[in-house]
């Protein structure tokens, strides 16, 4: 099951193996993609994944992880994007970029933080600004161009950061979401933004592509999200367009962690996937081919995301197909290679 297409929207992907955005704190202080960044793709395209994800890449220069991190936020951002995403497609693999801003935990030296309450991640990070609704609206615009640019560079999907503690998070967390007006107090309230910027992205996206929404489930943190509450949250933005989430956990302070076994975001995932009939993504210290193979095979996930262990072994589909008694075909470059022995 694990390397048997699925189709969302109009993208066919040739098997469920995901390579979800791992920043790589390699682009100039402009926010351009370089040859690190071609490479880095490109090997795990010919390395047989069905889809790659780009990095968080940002909407605003101010959100930004680091100076570091890859931008989107203008038109000059577009040419390099375009020649990495032509040629992760060339070798069959779909590719995405994951869009985002990184709100209270933008580390960027030249702007200050913004967030939706006036309180910092921790004593290392810098304090925020509260965004205004009118801050707001155009933060909302910078993801709505972001988009319209991602589809100008060839990407074939692209995903929506709401996880790990960062803007969009911020919002629909009861603990970083302190705000009394529409933006604040009730989990409709808090959900807002993300609605809008679902809304933003879809009107600039075309239609035959998907969206995708990466989120945390739990907070691991008292008074935080509970999975209960990402199921509201699901629940209320199925209907506007979203066509996989990419369930995730944790981020949104510093103190709480998962327990980070193998496998350890995957009951989220499940819980999501099954209660509301919805596509997901599923990802968390999977690295054996076999755990990869229960969970789509049991129908706990539609796909599923390996990010250190495609760091360590760029070619990990083609000897996971092997394992699984799949023939996958290997690129003709590296077919002496495919008999192992010989």
Not at 208 to 229: C, F, H, N, T
Not at 277 to 286: A, D, H, L
Request: a neutral charge; charged letters at 25%.
């Amino acid at each position: 099951m694990l390397f048997t297409p699925i189709t969302l929207r109009e993208m066919d992907v040739r098997n469920r193996v995901v390579m979800p955005p791992m920043c790589q704190y390699s682009a100039a202080s402009d926010g351009m993609a370089n040859d690190w960044h071609l490479s880095h793709y490109m090997s795990r395209a010919v390395g047989g994944a069905g889809l790659i994800i780009m990095e968080a890449t940002a909407v605003t220069p101010g959100g930004r992880i680091t100076d570091n991190d890859l931008g989107i936020w203008s038109d000059g951002h577009v040419p390099m994007l375009r020649r990495i995403a032509a040629k992760v497609r060339s070798e069959g693999a779909r590719v995405g970029i994951q869009i985002a801003h990184a709100g209270r935990k933008s580390m960027a030296t030249e702007s200050t933080p913004v967030a939706p309450s006036a309180a910092a991640f921790d004593d290392g990070y810098k304090n925020p600004a509260e965004l205004s609704t009118d801050e707001i609206k155009k933060i909302v615009t910078a993801f709505a161009g972001a988009a319209k640019r991602a589809h100008t560079a060839g990407f074939d999907l692209v995903e929506i950061h709401a996880a790990h503690g960062y803007l969009l998070n911020e919002f629909i967390s009861p603990i970083t979401n302190k705000r009394r007006d529409r933006y604040g107090p009730t989990p409709e309230d808090r959900v807002r933004l993300l609605k809008e910027v679902i809304r933003a992205v879809r009107e600039q996206w075309p239609e035959e592509k998907p969206v995708s929404v990466r989120i945390s489930a739990i907070d691991y943190a008292p008074g935080g999200i509970e999975l209960k509450d990402s199921l509201d949250v699901v629940g209320r933005l199925e209907n506007e367009g979203v066509d996989i989430w990419h369930i995730s956990s944790g981020g949104i302070t510093p103190e709480a962690a998962p327990s980070d076994h193998p496998g350890y975001q995957v009951p989220y995932s499940d819980e999501i996937k099954n209660r509301l009939n919805v596509k997901t993504i599923t990802v968390g210290k999977i690295c054996s081919p076999e755990m990869a193979e229960e969970i789509v095979a049991n129908s706990r996930a539609d796909m599923v995301a390996l990010g250190r262990e495609l760091l360590r072994n760029p070619y990990w589909p083609l000897h996971a197909a092997r394992k699984l008694g799949y023939d996958m075909k290997w690129p003709k470059q590296y077919e002496r290679a495919k008999i192992q022995g010989s």
